[in-house]
């Protein structure tokens, strides 16, 4: 019988079926030869910063919550989280839709008590019906309050108007700020909101001035003394009333009386 031919286990195949035999080995408990380096220590991982809460862009809330389209709010000038720039957007989009109801819960007492006032006289329903925009601002005011400024564009005229408003809860609550007269002609450049509070500044700095400054003339009791006058008496100083022209101070001498007996 003829052996099988072997010429397929060449030096290479050989080899290489060794290699593998061995490496066999080594994995099913062959002591592996000690390693000559010590491994390389890990890189520590590099801190990241915790990521920042996503702002909902102004254009999607006004979508979601359904705002009147006359209620402008630009992004650059909007709120810096989600939940102040929906309590901005809702609390002005009563106002173009006239709603009392949902802008009375975001009132303080007394302007809660205004807006009564106003809905009673009929002015509120007048007022709302000729809103043409609203135009809003929102910035942090001088000790850091929270502000949002708002030009009412009414039947063709401007009407501006500043609020606090900070969150009590999960409510959020706005109150008015002083208005002095004729602010649709003082603010001007890119801050309004720290305009209309220099402006304040230089308002009540005006009111605590007197309105007007008198001189009270001074009078030198000591010299008037000296010639004979009194202050206060109604007479020119160095005379007397009934003063014949006398030297001042004195009384004229009486006149003489004729000796008693006849005459």
């Not at 102004?58 to 709120?79: F, T």
């Not at 949902?102 to 006289?121: F, G, H």
């Amino acid at each position: 019988m003829t052996s099988r031919s072997r010429s397929w286990m060449t030096p290479t195949a050989i080899g290489t079926a060794c290699a593998t035999l061995l490496l066999l080995v080594a994995g099913c408990g062959g002591e592996a030869e000690p390693q000559t380096r010590a491994p390389r220590a890990a890189a520590p991982p590099t801190p990241t910063a915790p990521p920042k809460p996503a702002v909902t862009p102004v254009a999607d809330l006004m979508a979601r919550l359904s705002i009147d389209e006359r209620v402008n709010l630009p992004e650059g000038k909007a709120p810096p989280t989600t939940e102040d720039r929906v309590a901005v957007l809702e609390f002005f989009d009563a106002f173009a839709r006239g709603d009392a109801d949902a802008l009375r819960t975001m009132l303080p007492l007394t302007d809660e008590l205004e807006l009564d006032a106003l809905i009673e006289s009929g002015a509120w329903e007048k007022t709302i019906d000729g809103i043409d925009g609203i135009a809003i601002e929102t910035g942090p005011g001088p000790y850091d309050e929270k502000c949002a400024l708002a030009i009412f564009e009414v039947d063709g005229d401007f009407q501006p108007q500043l609020w606090y408003y900070h969150a009590e809860g999960e409510a959020y609550q706005f109150d008015a700020a002083p208005t002095p007269p004729d602010m649709i002609n003082k603010l001007y450049g890119d801050d309004w909101i720290a305009l209309w509070h220099e402006i304040l500044e230089e308002e009540m700095a005006l009111a605590d001035k007197p309105d007007e400054e008198f001189d009270v003339p001074t009078v030198d009791l000591d010299s008037s003394e000296d010639r004979g006058g009194t202050f206060g008496s109604g007479t020119s100083p160095g005379t007397t009333p009934n003063s014949p022209g006398g030297p001042p101070g004195r009384r004229p001498p009486p006149p003489r009386r004729r000796p008693p007996g006849p005459g």
